[in-house]
């Protein structure tokens, strides 16, 4: 999983953002909430290229909870990374 999240800017522009917003982000948004730190920061990271492809409802109702929880995180790196998203 990681590897694809730090890939993803090698193939982000040839997909759909119908099939980002229905089919990828549930997926993705999994990594939020992951144990290992590097997977949650680098699902952070990997926002900045897909949040364009979301739709609004997306980004209001679910993205920017997972980010709301992210700034207590206990990796500071997280923390960063979840600000400057925003």
Request: aromatic share 4%; charged share 20%; net charge neutral.
């Amino acid at each position: 999983r990681i590897h694809l999240l730090q890939q993803l800017g090698l193939f982000v522009e040839h997909l759909q953002p119908s099939v980002v917003d229905s089919q990828i982000f549930p997926h993705v948004a999994e990594g939020f909430s992951d144990t290992v730190p590097a997977v949650r920061e680098a699902t952070v990271k990997a926002m900045v290229l897909l949040t364009p492809k979301l739709s609004e409802k997306t980004i209001d109702n679910r993205l920017l909870k997972h980010f709301a929880a992210l700034q207590t995180d206990s990796q500071a790196g997280i923390r960063t990374n979840t600000t400057i998203c925003l």
